[in-house]
């Protein structure tokens, strides 16, 4: 960013504990049963938005960003909804109350200094495990045993719920932030067989076509990186 002499500056890190003031987290939790498999534990929707704002109940997201999956984000009050697998395509959403994760900080920061007051997160995969190493295995294997693969909103069955999901205002960005794992790559294509890939945007690394750094990366000096380059991006 550059300040009135025109020299580049970053911008300031807001602390967690002044988004908290301003942002509140809403999210749909589910869990899903297979016949001779564990529950699995999701999250199909996440809504982040200014509490100081009263948005009306049509209100479009000023953005909409996909990331790998839910990580460790959770409930305020664990969820009892409960699905079979057959039943996945009519989901009836329900926002409840959500204990903020690091990542979602990362987007408050972002909405900050974008203006915005409403952004919609949704997933490769609804998936919650917060370890991506864990989660990277389990999703491949879920498929492979129970051919269950409508953990993720971009498969066909899920499509009604998949074009509900990216409705936003008409200049609202469409933000790739999953990550560069190759790991995902069943996954990556699986999203972008669903969606036009000239509306995309993010943080895209180098030499790669598909690869959106998360905004998440271990380094602070790479995190205020990221937040500072996404501000960018978007303004320019």
């Not at 049509?58 to 990580?71: F, H, K, S």
């Not at 990556?188 to 180098?206: H, M, N, P, V, Y």
Request: with cysteine.
């Amino acid at each position: 960013m550059l300040n009135e002499s025109g020299i580049c500056t970053l911008l300031k890190f807001i602390p967690a504990s002044q988004l908290k003031q301003q942002y509140g987290v809403k999210g749909f939790f589910y869990t899903v049963n297979i016949p001779d498999y564990e529950p699995l534990l999701c999250r199909s929707d996440l809504e982040i938005v200014n509490i100081h704002i009263d948005l009306s109940s049509d209100a479009l997201p000023d953005a909409v960003v996909i990331m790998m999956n839910p990580g460790s984000s959770r409930p305020v009050k664990e969820d009892e909804i409960i699905i079979s697998a057959s039943t996945i395509n009519d989901l009836n959403v329900s926002l409840v109350a959500t204990v903020p994760d690091t990542t979602q900080y990362q987007l408050m920061r972002v909405m900050k200094y974008c203006g915005w007051n409403y952004v919609r997160v949704i997933n490769l995969s609804d998936l919650r495990d917060g370890k991506s190493e864990s989660f990277t295995r389990k999703f491949p294997a879920i498929e492979n045993i129970t051919k269950y693969i409508e953990h993720s909103v971009f498969t066909l069955k899920r499509s009604k719920e998949l074009k509900n999901k990216l409705m936003r205002k008409a200049s609202a960005p469409l933000i790739c932030a999953w990550g560069v794992s190759d790991d995902l790559n069943p996954l990556i294509d699986r999203c972008l067989d669903r969606l036009d890939e000239t509306e995309l945007t993010g943080l895209l690394k180098s030499g790669s076509k598909n690869k959106f750094y998360h905004p998440l990366p271990t380094l602070q000096t790479d995190k205020i990186a990221w937040v500072n380059n996404m501000v960018k991006l978007i303004n320019s």
